[in-house]
């Protein structure tokens, strides 16, 4: 008998959704203003590409997250983290709200200061504080998380030479249930570090021990993780009041909140996977109501949320510069909004919307950058419809960040603008210029 012919079977990933029986269809319903104001006016006036922030959204979202808090803990303290989007208005805009600052560099802690915050209401996190930096934070009576035990011993010295008694915590890493486990920032739980430093911290007798932080990852999507860690600092506390008669003041769950943006390879867009806030702190709340510490003396319940407060509220504008077909055929359509200042497109599958009306036939698109990177991709495949030159864009969901990881390649930093509740557009950070760059740089006399 003949032998058949055989051939190995392929699998075909569908890219970009599901055709019906109307063949592709275009679910982007345009987006033509942001707040009330015209893309088109915004992108007139302020140029392309542009970052535009919106008041209403970062007031709603963090009253959303507060009330989840609030309205199941005593007593609740946000901090802003300076590294997600560290633009002076972003942060005074959280800070009218009641935040505190949650810094993580001699740089940011600057900045906190600038923007009008009390020393004592400045959270001094991460691996990276100098001697100059922590004299200051002595000074000034900041919450100094301390990250490991070369800092701990200069912070024993430097108490003994100012004569003050620094306000300090500890970070701990635990197994909290969350995989990968963050291990390198803090004190370990299991291995006994975290007791060790705390010990040291007590017995010092010079340092005022005044709370527990951890910060488990980021984008985490499952709360119980929260919980796990909630409870471990919640036997520290209980620990510490046993052995040294002492109670902490707050305990510090860090940030790491999702948001709604879809990571990439995810199945379910990430509107449908991300907690909301109440079952964050549902996690966090019933730990700690749940513990044995004193009813009478529940620390502050602190909380350090960066990208799940200002992702929402940060759109990216831009143009389309010209479209191509690619070897097999596909269609790419190249933008003006590059990975330079879209960092947040290696992980995220961003929402890519037109700004004006198209025709309602879409195709499998590319959305590549200005850069002339070969990574400088958008988005790897998108129902798009047809873009001319000139064709404005929408990426939604952009505010954590981006306005922090940006790069300058090739080319300048795009204007950020803020839209405040009243539906006026206020500059908050000008597009770079060959000057702003040119001014850091010196050229030695030999070239001249
Ligand atoms: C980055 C960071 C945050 C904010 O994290 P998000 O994931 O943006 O919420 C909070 N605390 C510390 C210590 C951080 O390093």
Redesign the pocket.
């Known amino acids: 008998m003949e032998k058949k012919f055989f051939e190995r079977p392929i699998i075909n990933k569908i890219n970009a959704g599901i055709p019906d029986k109307f063949g592709m269809g275009n679910q982007l319903n345009p987006i033509s203003t942001i707040d009330g104001v015209a893309v088109k006016d915004l992108i007139a006036e302020h140029g392309s590409p542009v970052f535009v922030l919106s008041e209403k959204t970062i007031q709603d979202i963090y009253q959303d997250a507060y009330q989840a808090f609030s309205t199941r803990y005593p007593k609740v303290q946000f901090a802003w ?1 300076y ?2 989007n560290y633009i002076d208005a972003v942060c005074r805009t959280f800070h009218k709200l009641g935040s505190w600052a ?1 810094v ?1 560099s001699g740089f940011e802690y600057q900045k906190a200061l600038e923007n009008g915050v009390p020393g004592n209401q400045i959270i001094f ?1 991460g691996p990276d504080k100098n001697e100059a930096d922590l004299r200051l934070a002595i000074e000034n009576a900041s919450l100094i998380h301390i990250d490991h035990f070369d800092e701990l011993y200069l912070i024993i010295r430097l108490a003994d030479e100012t004569n003050k008694r620094p306000k300090v915590a500890i970070r701990v890493n635990m197994d909290n249930g969350i995989y990968p486990q963050w291990d390198r920032f803090g004190f370990n739980y299991e291995n006994g570090d975290a007791w060790n430093a705390l010990n040291r911290i007590m017995l010092s007798k010079k340092l005022d021990l005044v709370g527990l932080h951890t ?1 488990i990852g ?2 985490i999507l499952a709360p119980f993780g929260y919980g796990n860690a909630a409870k471990v600092l919640a036997d520290l506390a209980i620990g510490l009041d046993r052995k040294y008669n002492h109670k902490i003041k707050y305990i510090d769950m ?4 999702a948001s709604k943006n879809t990571l990439k390879g995810a199945y379910l867009p990430g509107s449908d996977t991300c907690p909301s806030f109440d079952e964050y702190a549902e996690a966090i709340t019933n730990a700690l109501i749940n513990s044995s510490i004193d009813p009478e003396n529940m620390p502050v319940l602190f909380l ?5 407060l200002i992702d929402d509220a940060g759109s990216l504008l831009g143009s389309v510069i010209g479209n191509k077909r690619l070897k097999d055929g596909r269609r790419a359509t190249i933008l003006d909004i590059g990975v330079n200042m879209l960092f947040t497109s290696f992980w995220y599958e961003h929402i890519v919307v037109p700004a004006q009306a198209t025709s309602k036939y879409t195709e499998d698109t590319t959305l590549y950058g200005p850069l002339c990177m070969n990574i400088d991709v958008i988005r790897d495949a998108i129902q798009f419809p047809s873009m001319k030159i000139g064709d404005q864009v929408v990426v939604k969901r952009v505010g ?1 960040y981006n306005m922090t990881q940006w790069m300058q390649f090739i080319t300048y930093r795009p204007k950020v603008v803020l839209i405040d509740r009243k539906g006026k557009v206020h500059t908050i950070r000008n597009r770079e210029n060959i000057d702003s760059i040119r001014s850091l740089e010196v050229v030695p006399d030999y070239l001249k």
């Open positions: 983290s590294k997600t949650e993580v996190n910060h980021t984008y860090g940030g790491g909140f350090e949320t960066g990208r799940a954590a």
